[in-house]
């Protein structure tokens, strides 16, 4: 069992960044791919970023085209956080935004195991 915790939401005017955290409980943190995942009202949930880990080959990234080059994702695997920086937040970025791990990586939300309980974020213009 995985629990998710996340933080960092808030209001920001466009042009501006936040940084999500996630903070996952239980010993094999390592083992799940973490993904982002948002979702704006009367809308469906859509993929944001994910980020797997391995000792061989280090961080595997993905990003959904819409933040590709203004977010971020990583991981502290000591502190079991994943973090997402928004830069250049877009009133288009405003959505509730949820944490997620799972065995593999893919952008699908079906398959991810875990959930937190959602941040909001808003971008004014």
């Known amino acids: 069992q995985v629990q998710l915790v996340e933080s960092g939401g808030g209001l920001v005017q466009a042009g501006g960044s936040l940084r999500l955290s996630c903070a996952a409980s239980?010993?094999?943190?390592?083992?799940?791919?973490m993904a982002w995942f948002r979702q704006a009202p009367g809308k469906e949930r859509t993929f944001v970023a994910a980020?797997?880990?391995?000792?061989?080959?280090?961080?595997?990234?993905d990003y959904a085209d819409s933040v590709k080059g203004r977010f971020t994702i990583s991981r502290d695997n000591a502190k079991n956080t994943v973090y997402l920086q928004m830069n250049n937040l877009k009133p288009e970025d405003t959505a509730v935004y949820y944490c997620?791990?799972?065995?593999?990586?893919?952008?699908?939300?079906?398959?991810?195991?875990?959930w937190g309980q959602g941040t909001q974020v808003t971008v004014s213009s």
């Open positions: 980020i797997t880990w391995s000792a061989w080959s280090g961080s595997s990234t």
């Open positions: 239980g010993r094999t943190f390592t083992s799940y791919c």
């Open positions: 997620a791990a799972g065995p593999q990586h893919t952008v699908v939300p079906a398959a991810y195991l875990y």
